[in-house]
């Protein structure tokens, strides 16, 4: 699939290197389609890397799309140098007249914070808000979709007795669901968080449907009937080296971490760690392209 940037995005070029079709607003010019219109909060502290790897995922089909990324007015962003944000993001005030066919709200290392102490929740709740009127679907990711889940229908999270950090076996509860459509039984995605949203509480909450669920992770995917708030606990969009850079920073920072689970081929932190859930990440995001932006978005935003 084409996807559709600013030509001077760091991570296309490194798209492009992997052989994926990248083309920027020059050749988009001249062809006469509309694309998908798809905007990132990018709510990641070193935000070039989840460009990346939210680029490769949308990436697995053959409609086009128009990757924007919005930031926030009420936060400051210290990892991500200020010229990269000024270029290639917008604020929500920038972009809250346009209408998206698709949103992802990202995670946030902001998880053991409670909710309304985060220095953008005010913001935030605006903008989730603002998506049931001006965006198709809205998909939410780790703690992106634990804040879903507490502004749209208050469940909240908990602590976690140990950050669950690894790579975990979920099984597909409702294979009818286009979602989760082509998915094996069981199928690895990795986790990276201290909280989690009770699985009782989602399977009790009436205007949701639980599509996968874990024993050790928990419920990893479930969304509204609808389509139109889609939530992933997890991280399928991590690259290979991902949870390794995560235990190796905070290892570093002598933090207590344990050795990611079910990463690395016996155990071992030296060897290169397993990537197993590359083909079931391009399936989810593809089928929510397909069929939850694609399919129901009209023609004319």
């Known amino acids: 699939m ?70 926030m007015n009420s936060h400051v962003s210290l990892n991500t140098p200020i010229q990269h944000l000024n270029r290639f993001y917008n604020t929500f005030d920038e972009l809250k007249k346009k209408k998206f066919d698709g949103l992802i709200i990202t995670g946030a290392p902001v998880e053991q914070i409670p909710f309304e102490k ?19 679907s809205t998909l939410h990711i780790c703690w992106g979709a634990q804040a879903g889940l507490y502004y749209h229908f208050g469940l909240e999270k908990i602590l976690l007795p140990e950050k ?7 099984k597909v509860m409702n294979r009818k ?39 050790e992770a928990g419920v990893l995917l479930c969304m509204t009937k609808e389509g139109r708030q889609i939530f992933v606990m997890g991280h399928p969009e991590y690259d290979r080296y991902t949870l390794h850079n995560e235990y190796i920073r905070d290892k570093s920072k002598g933090l207590p971490i344990q050795l990611p689970f079910n990463y690395y081929p016996g155990d071992d932190d030296t060897k290169k760690p397993d990537l197993q859930w590359r083909s079931h990440s391009n399936n989810l995001y593809s089928n929510w392209l397909n069929y939850y932006v694609y399919q129901v978005t009209p023609y004319e935003l």
């Open 164 to 170: 669950l950090f690894g790579v975990y076996k979920h």
């Open 118 to 136: 985060v220095d953008y929740w005010r913001e935030l709740k605006e903008i989730m808000e603002w998506t049931k009127t001006h965006v198709t």
């Open 2 to 71: 084409p996807i559709k940037v600013q030509s001077d995005l760091p991570a296309k070029e490194i798209l492009e290197n992997e052989n994926i079709f990248v083309m920027d607003e020059y050749r988009a010019l001249h062809q006469n389609i509309r694309a998908l219109q798809i905007c990132i909060l990018n709510l990641m502290p070193v935000k070039q890397d989840t460009e990346l790897q939210l680029t490769r995922v949308l990436s697995n089909t053959p409609l086009q799309i128009d990757v924007s990324f919005m930031k």
């Open 177 to 215: 669901i286009p979602l989760v459509r082509g998915f094996d039984d069981y199928f690895m995605i990795p986790h990276s968080r201290h909280t989690a949203v009770r699985a009782e509480d989602i399977h009790n909450c009436k205007e949701l449907m639980v599509l996968a669920e874990s024993e």
